[in-house]
């Protein structure tokens, strides 16, 4: 099974920075991208930033040029280093993975998310 670990949320104030980890770990044959989704109190869960396996990157327009998705393909794990942090950012932040755990398979995987709190 699956399972990928996230990392790094925590309280932080207004203007700070946070940078979110999440390693994927199990029967993974490959990883064909990995990206951070949030969900705050009573909304929709939406797209935060996504990573591909050609290392194509995409952001949702209320984080470009604050937040930063890399990968570090050896260990399977995608980080977000999330700058100028604003309260609108609160939310529980959810890795995603979209892998093969065997040949000729594509899922999509979920981490059980890491609050991120950002204060005024």
């Known amino acids: 099974q699956v399972q990928l670990v996230e990392s790094g949320g925590g309280l932080v104030q207004a203007g700070g920075s946070l940078r979110l980890s999440c390693a994927a770990s199990g029967r993974i044959f490959s990883i064909n991208a990995m990206g951070w989704y949030r969900q705050a109190p009573g909304e929709q869960r939406e797209l935060v930033a996504t990573?591909?396996?050609?290392?194509?990157?995409n952001y949702a327009d209320s984080v470009k040029g604050r937040f930063t998705i890399s990968r570090d393909s050896a260990k399977n794990t995608v980080y977000l280093q999330m700058n100028s942090l604003k309260p609108e950012d609160t939310a529980v932040y959810y890795c995603k993975a979209e892998l093969s755990p065997a040949y000729g398979h594509l899922y999509r995987y979920w981490g059980q998310g890491t609050q991120v709190t950002v204060s005024s």
């Open positions: 990573i591909t396996s050609s290392s194509s990157t």
